[in-house]
């Protein structure tokens, strides 16, 4: 069984950086591609990234700011979020699924089969 861990939230300023980690265990991490979401209080979780093997994807909201590796390796993914605004106070989620040529499906949450507990990030102004 799957099971993927988050670290690294917090309490930071705006303008602020921060690196939220996603731990994987129980199946072939390489076989999965990678999700990134976060959910504000009173709203639907939202789309962050995914990163499968050689390529990340982002939203329109946080592109240019956000980035999504991987460490294949250590079976680890991780979102590091610079210029950190108030807007992108949310709990965020890493979440595993099987890779599709499709972006679209990819951004939805209902794609993925494994989800962590996820971690809360507070951005204040």
């Known amino acids: 069984q799957v099971h993927l861990v988050e670290s690294g939230g917090g309490l930071v300023q705006a303008g602020d950086s921060l690196r939220l980690s996603c731990q994987f265990s129980?199946?072939?991490?390489?076989?999965?591609?990678l999700g990134w979401f976060r959910q504000a209080p009173g709203k639907e979780r939202e789309f962050v990234g995914t990163?499968?093997?050689?390529?990340?994807h982002y939203a329109d909201s946080v592109k240019g700011r956000f980035a999504i590796a991987r460490d294949n390796d250590k079976k680890t993914t991780y979102l590091r979020m610079n210029d950190l605004k108030p807007e992108d106070t949310a709990l965020y989620f890493c979440?595993?699924?099987?890779?599709?040529?499709?972006?679209?499906?990819?951004?939805?949450?209902?794609?993925?089969?494994?989800w962590g507990q996820g971690t809360q990030v507070t951005v204040s102004s």
């Open positions: 129980g199946g072939n991490f390489n076989s999965y591609t």
């Open positions: 990163i499968n093997w050689s390529a990340a």
């Open positions: 979440a595993a699924g099987i890779w599709v040529p499709d972006s679209e499906a990819l951004g939805r949450a209902s794609h993925y089969d494994y």
